[in-house]
Each structure stands twice: as C-alpha cells, then as structure tokens.
C-alpha cells in the first residue's frame, strides 16, 4: 500500500516486485518459467505493454533471460573459472573450435538476444561440456569481444571511391546501422567510455580518421566528430534488440501495439493540451520509426560537420 503523500507505485514496478520476491525466496528457481505477458496480463489486468515492460525490467535486473522453445525463465548462474590469459583472435588458424564457438554465440545472440548468451547456452548448442569451452576463452566477457571483432571484420569493408571526409563518415554510419540492423545485440555492449579493444572496429575507425586528416582539425576537435557519428548511431541502435525482444516475448508486432493504444493516443491529443503536437501527427505523411529517424538524423549531423570543417579550414588558410 503506498503511504500518504507519496506518489502510487506504477502497475509495473508492483509487478516486478512481486516476481522479484518469487525469485529471491526460491518460490521461482534457476531454469523455472516465470510468467509469461500474457499470464501478467490475465493476473494483474494490466496492458500488453506494461507486461513486456515488467519482463525488461527483470531482465536488466539481471533476474530472467529469455530460453528458445521455453519462454522468459529465472536466470541460470554460469560458473565462474579462474584463468588469466590474453584473447586471442576468433579465428587465427590455431583454434577452429574457438572460431566455432564464435559463430555459435553469434548466432545465439541474433536469434535470441545478448541476455540469453552463457557459456553455458553456447556448450549446450555445441553439445560439448560447459567447462571445455573455458579452454578457448576466458569466459563470456571475452567471448562477446571475440563476437564483435568478427562481426566488423566480416561486416565493415572500406570503399576506396569513398575520398571525401562526408563519404567516409557517411558510409561508416551507414556500415554500422546495417551491422546494428542484423546483430541487434552488438549496440548493448559497446561502450564509448569503456571500448571494446576490437582490433577490426579500430582499423574502421582508422580508415575514417585518415580522411578527416588535413582537414584543419585539431585533434581533439577531429577525435569528438568520429565520436560523435558513432555515438549517434549507436544511440539509435539500441532500441533495436529491446523492440525484437518485445515482438519476440509478447508476440504482439509493433504496428499491433500501436493500434492497441490508439484509442488512449486519440484521447490524448483530443484532449486539447497539445495542439502543435496534435497538428504535426494528424499532417498527412507523417511517420516515425527507426530508420526515418537514423536518416534524417545522420544528415543533419554530417550537415553540422560540415560547417565545423569549413570553419577549421577558414582558420588554417585551407581550401
């Protein structure tokens, strides 16, 4: 019950804690279904979307991870070995069984998501013993660095007509929300503070630094402008495997959960508090989704660069 003067715990939260308590009393064990959003929404009444909203919290909680063929269940702890050794390439020619694992995770976590990758997961699809994979690498740390060198090096492929500073930007924002695009997963565990040391994603990385070079940047100045496309697109990118998961659990399509809450929608913007908002939804050929919105966004980034560009060759006397 909440308490006088303090705001009502939202449907979820509520929700969430109740699971929580299930899971932490051991009413709800390690590999046991826990409910479904259809069965939250048959036990709490609430909306499809709260459910899946309950089911994503649990999630980055740590608590559950999605099982193929089974459903959303308690979360399985992976063992916790003790080796300390460099990673080595996913396939350098010296450990075809590493590259296979490799391969493995990566399809893994296409089909189901980063949050359902173990180690554990991964031995079970090869059909060895969970603890022979700790023979190829440290564990799933390393394993997801090995997944994303080889997604950039398999996925990103320089283009030598690209010879312009907007060409290389603009192909490697493209390469990389293509790449996001088919491994949902990969923008969950990039991290722009914290970079994956992947030798394929720095010789990309590389390739565009060289054609922003004697351009009058400073270098600090020249560093933030890759940053930032690349912090662009990602940041556009993660919402893809938190939509694929929310399909994928709740079985309901975007386009259906849209049209679910399109009555509440209509009595928001009848409501009259919002008239310019109101006025830009009801406009014929107005439409948002993931990809109109990394597009018109990348444009008006690299249009903003332009600008800085010009600036720094008016300052250095450069044409």
Same mark, same amino acid.
């Given at each position: 019950?909440?308490?006088?003067?303090?705001?009502p715990e939202p449907p979820y939260a509520r929700i969430v804690r109740e699971i929580r308590r299930r899971i932490t009393s051991?009413?709800?064990?390690?590999?046991?279904?826990?409910?479904?959003?259809?069965? #939250?929404?048959?036990?709490?009444?609430?909306?499809?979307?709260?459910?899946?909203?309950?089911?994503?919290?649990?999630?980055?909680?740590?608590?559950?991870?999605?099982?193929?063929?089974?459903?959303?269940?308690?979360?399985?702890?992976?063992?916790?070995?003790?080796?300390?050794?460099?990673?080595?390439?996913?396939?350098?020619?010296?450990?075809?069984?590493?590259?296979?694992?490799?391969?493995?995770?990566?399809?893994?976590?296409?089909?189901?998501?980063?949050?359902?990758?173990?180690?554990?997961?991964?031995?079970?699809?090869?059909?060895?013993?969970?603890?022979?994979?700790?023979?190829?690498?440290?564990?799933?740390?390393?394993?997801?660095?090995?997944m994303a060198d080889t997604v950039f090096g398999a996925e990103f492929t320089p283009v030598p007509s690209a010879r312009t500073w907007r060409e290389r930007l603009e192909l490697v924002a493209r390469?990389?929300?293509?790449?996001?695009?088919?491994?949902?997963?990969?923008?969950?565990?990039?991290?722009?503070?914290?970079?994956?040391?992947?030798?394929?994603?720095?010789?990309?990385?590389?390739?565009?630094?060289?054609?922003?070079?004697?351009?009058?940047?400073?270098?600090?100045?020249?560093?933030?402008?890759?940053?930032?496309?690349?912090?662009?697109?990602?940041?556009?990118?993660?919402?893809?495997?938190?939509?694929?998961?929310?399909?994928?659990?709740?079985?309901?399509?975007?386009?259906?959960?849209?049209?679910?809450?399109?009555?509440?929608?209509?009595?928001?913007?009848?409501?009259?508090?919002?008239?310019?908002?109101?006025? #830009?939804?009801?406009?014929?050929?107005?439409?948002?989704?993931?990809?109109?919105?990394?597009?018109?966004?990348?444009?008006?980034?690299?249009?903003? #660069?332009?600008?800085?560009?010009?600036?720094?060759?008016?300052?250095?006397?450069?044409?």
């Open positions: 019950m909440d308490r006088p003067g303090t705001r051991g009413e709800l064990r390690a590999g046991d279904r826990v409910p479904s959003t259809r069965q #939250i929404t048959g036990e709490w009444g609430v909306a499809m979307a709260t459910a899946t909203k309950v089911l994503a919290t649990l999630r980055q909680e740590g608590l559950v991870q999605p099982m193929p063929g089974i459903g959303t269940v308690v979360r399985v702890p992976e063992p916790v070995p003790v080796r300390h050794r460099e990673p080595a390439a996913a396939d350098d020619g010296r450990d075809p069984a590493r590259a296979r694992l490799v391969r493995t995770a990566i399809e893994i976590a296409d089909a189901e998501g980063i949050a359902a990758l173990s180690m554990r997961r991964a031995a079970a699809a090869l059909g060895v013993p969970t603890m022979s994979l700790y023979r190829h690498v440290q564990g799933k740390d390393e394993l997801v660095l090995l390469q990389h929300w293509a790449m996001y695009r088919r491994h949902c997963w990969l923008a969950q565990v990039q991290s722009f503070t914290r970079p994956l040391m992947s030798h394929n994603a720095l010789a990309g990385t590389e390739w565009v630094v060289q054609g922003l070079t004697g351009l009058g940047l400073r270098p600090n100045e020249l560093l933030h402008l890759v940053v930032t496309v690349y912090s662009y697109v990602h940041g556009v990118a993660v919402n893809l495997e938190g939509e694929a998961q929310a399909r994928q659990e709740s079985g309901v399509t975007d386009d259906e959960w849209m049209a679910a809450q399109a009555p509440a929608f209509a009595g928001l913007l009848s409501s009259g508090e919002f008239p310019a908002f109101s006025r #830009i939804l009801r406009s014929p050929g107005v439409e948002l989704d993931l990809d109109s919105l990394f597009e018109f966004g990348l444009l008006s980034l690299l249009d903003g #660069i332009a600008v800085r560009v010009r600036a720094a060759r008016g300052r250095t006397g450069r044409r």
